[in-house]
């Protein structure tokens, strides 16, 4: 590190599970975050803040007015703007040192694995079934830890999956035959902080991963009642009967 990442990093480096070393690690780290709405938008900003070397920034959406009520990655300035290039704008002036790679297409299964194959870990924070079904299997194909996300309502919910024997992946927890591409968090309602809530949980799993510290969600479901500020944790367990745990690839 230089004299000026030094300074900016100092207030992690003076915490002992992180370091020099691990804030080395976070400016060499990759990671793709899926959607730049809600969830990715705080998780986008604090782990550029945090030193994150290179983001890959997946959405094919526009900045809608819309969206300024919870995506705080976006401004009105960027209205009609295609969010990665809005988000690389605010990144940008938030740290310029932090490599982004602009994804504004949807990715299909191919598409997706190979990006995937190249990062460090993935961030769902997507606001539909389809695709969060899709990020599973690749991240599961891919042997690759995946931070999802989800907020509707009042209710969050954040848990890690890193596909290691016995663990359960995502769809042990949601069945994809359960749900239609219609059915979007994006049709219903959704209280703004909660948004940042959940998308910093990811920021904060994402870097305990990285650096292998702490107790993270992996095997756990961390589950929030904004309504009540009540927060909850249950254990997830491997669904035998899972398709996605016993593949040993994804279909193309």
């Known amino acids: 590190m230089n004299d000026n990442q030094l300074l900016q990093y100092h207030r992690h480096i003076m915490l002992p599970p992180i370091g020099a070393s691990g804030q080395e690690t976070l400016l060499t780290a990759k990671i793709l975050i899926i959607g730049l709405g809600g969830l990715g938008s705080p998780a986008a900003l604090y782990l550029a803040a945090s030193g994150i070397g290179h983001l890959y920034l997946n959405d094919f959406d526009h900045v809608d007015l819309s969206n300024l009520q919870r995506q705080i990655l976006h401004n009105r300035q960027q209205l009609h703007w295609s969010k990665t290039h809005s988000a690389e704008k605010t990144l940008n002036t938030l740290n310029p040192d932090c490599q982004l ?140 009967a899972c398709r996605v745990c016993h593949l040993s690839g994804v279909e193309t």
């Open 101 to 240: 790679t602009l994804l504004d297409k949807k990715l299909d299964n191919n598409a997706l694995q190979q990006t995937i194959n190249q990062v460090d870990l993935v961030i769902d924070a997507s606001d539909n079934f389809d695709t969060r079904f899709l990020v599973n299997r690749c991240c599961k194909a891919q042997n690759k830890p995946l931070i999802s996300g989800s907020a509707i309502g009042f209710q969050g919910q954040v848990s890690v999956f890193d596909y290691q024997p016995q663990q359960p992946c995502y769809q042990c927890l949601f069945d994809e035959q359960d749900y239609s591409p219609e059915n979007r968090c994006s049709n219903s309602g959704i209280l703004a902080p909660l948004a940042g809530l959940v998308g910093t949980i990811q920021a904060i799993e994402a870097i305990k991963v990285l650096l292998d510290m702490g107790n993270s969600l992996k095997g756990r479901l961390l589950s929030i009642d904004a309504m009540n500020m009540e927060f909850k944790t249950s254990r997830l367990q491997q669904d035998p």
